[in-house]
């Protein structure tokens, strides 16, 4: 049976049932490219985790240090910061970090009794030094 504006051209009476070759690889592209995008986005996501994970306990162990080094001067009229420079190792999920604390005193010339502590803790992290700062000023007197 032919029909149609092509008469040497004859219409099958099968449909068509499936897909082209070209169709089932092109979605085969399409679903590696997303895979490959959301692993990424997945392991950006772990890695900025693990940096905000490791802040958190720095800021964390950074207060503890200064409430620890008002106490003291508050008690005893001295700074505990014989541990300068020293290493700590913390465990944050199973994963050994190296935490390096510093820290400088420095007399408030405006304020007197006042003392200015600024503490530094600093880890590597990615084949780089993070590091943060703090500053607290202390007195003998409680306030």
């Known amino acids: 049976m032919l029909t149609g504006n092509n008469p040497a051209r004859p219409v099958s009476r099968k449909s068509k049932n499936g897909f082209t070759f070209f169709e089932v690889m ?4 399409v679903l590696a490219v997303g895979i490959v995008m959301i692993y990424r986005g997945l392991i950006v996501a772990l890695d900025y ?6 802040r958190l306990y720095a800021n964390n162990l950074l207060a503890d240090r200064i409430e620890r080094a008002q106490q003291a001067y ?6 505990p910061l014989a541990d300068d420079g020293k290493a700590l190792t913390a465990y944050i ?5 190296v935490f390096r604390m510093n820290s400088s ?6 304020l007197e009794g ?26 003998r007197n409680k306030l």
């Open 26 to 29: 092109t979605t085969v592209a």
């Open 105 to 110: 005193v420095r007399n408030v010339e405006t």
């Open 93 to 97: 999920n199973k994963v050994p970090i």
């Open 49 to 54: 985790q693990t940096h905000l994970t490791n």
């Open 114 to 139: 006042v003392l200015a502590v600024d503490m530094a803790l600093s880890w590597a992290e990615r084949g780089r030094t993070i590091r943060i700062n703090r500053t607290a000023y202390i007195t």
């Open 74 to 79: 508050q008690q005893k009229g001295e700074l």
